[in-house]
């Protein structure tokens, strides 16, 4: 019971791009303009964001290619994203994170999954939850993931597990649970959800959180679509 009272509260990171036109959410053109997507990935991290905020935790970051706008809730810091492919951005953001905060666990999450519950996370978490867990994931419909996380993270470990998978492929996720298993550690599954890639997945994250800021969002730009046609 000391050693559970004793448990430092997680880092929570987010990394994501800024939603600027032409610059994210481009596979959900040609069906919404290039403003009408960046409209729906603003709703999708901000829905993240605030989601990620009722999550007990010590610190969140945003880790951010671009500028913060209205959209960022109080509560987070933000930092850039490094250079490099996504592997190199991922193992960076979980450096700095163990850098700020040594002794307590990390966990990622993409800004595509608008529809996640609090409670996905936050149970997970929790001090007695986590006993004996070595790392959490978060598979995703597409083969990737959606989170990520490390009950110890280091610049080695991170490196050591994330340098050189292939991202945003159907294989990605496999390829880092192989690399897990390597190393022996212990996996903490969480939900299987979908990442917002298309429109057809948008349709269906949106059915799945009707109250979400993006399904309002998605609503109006259909309703837009309708009455440009």
């Given at each position: 019971?000391?050693a559970?009272?004793?448990?430092?509260?997680?880092?929570l990171?987010?990394?994501?791009?800024?939603?600027?036109?032409?610059?994210?959410?481009?596979?959900?053109?040609?069906?919404?303009?290039?403003?009408?997507?960046?409209?729906?990935?603003?709703?999708?991290?901000?829905?993240?964001?605030?989601?990620?905020?009722?999550?007990?935790?010590?610190?969140?970051?945003?880790?951010?290619?671009?500028?913060?706008?209205?959209?960022?809730?109080?509560?987070?810091?933000?930092?850039?994203?490094?250079?490099?492919?996504?592997?190199?951005?991922?193992?960076?953001?979980?450096?700095?994170?163990?850098?700020?905060?040594?002794?307590?666990?990390?966990?990622?999450?993409?800004?595509?999954?608008?529809?996640?519950?609090?409670?996905?996370?936050?149970?997970?978490?929790?001090?007695?939850?986590?006993?004996?867990?070595?790392?959490?994931?978060?598979?995703?419909?597409?083969?990737?993931?959606w989170a990520?996380?490390?009950?110890?993270?280091?610049?080695?470990?991170?490196?050591?597990?994330?340098?050189?998978?292939?991202m945003?492929?159907?294989g990605t996720?496999?390829?880092?649970?192989e690399?897990?298993?390597?190393?022996?550690?212990?996996?903490?599954?969480?939900?299987?959800?979908?990442?917002?890639?298309?429109?057809?997945?948008?349709?269906?994250?949106?059915?799945?959180?009707?109250?979400?800021?993006?399904?309002?969002?998605?609503?109006?730009?259909?309703?837009?679509?309708?009455?440009?046609?």
């Amino acid at each position: 019971m000391r050693a559970v009272l004793a448990a430092p509260p997680p880092t929570l990171l987010v990394i994501a791009k800024a939603p600027v036109p032409g610059r994210v959410k481009t596979r959900l053109t040609p069906s919404c303009s290039p403003e009408q997507a960046a409209a729906l990935a603003e709703a999708a991290l901000t829905d993240t964001l605030h989601t990620l905020a009722t999550v007990p935790a010590g610190r969140r970051l945003l880790v951010l290619d671009g500028e913060p706008g209205r959209w960022l809730p109080p509560g987070w810091q933000v930092v850039p994203q490094c250079a490099g492919g996504l592997d190199e951005r991922l193992a960076a953001a979980f450096t700095l994170a163990a850098r700020l905060a040594p002794h307590a666990p990390a966990l990622l999450v993409g800004m595509d999954t608008p529809q996640l519950p609090a409670a996905a996370l936050a149970e997970p978490l929790s001090a007695v939850e986590r006993t004996g867990v070595d790392a959490w994931y978060g598979p995703a419909a597409d083969g990737g993931f959606w989170a990520f996380g490390l009950a110890r993270p280091t610049e080695k470990l991170a490196r050591r597990l994330l340098l050189g998978v292939p991202m945003s492929t159907a294989g990605t996720g496999a390829a880092l649970l192989e690399r897990l298993a390597r190393l022996d550690l212990t996996i903490r599954q969480l939900p299987l959800l979908t990442d917002v890639d298309t429109i057809r997945d948008a349709e269906q994250v949106a059915a799945e959180a009707p109250g979400s800021r993006f399904a309002a969002r998605l609503r109006s730009s259909h309703a837009t679509g309708e009455a440009a046609g």
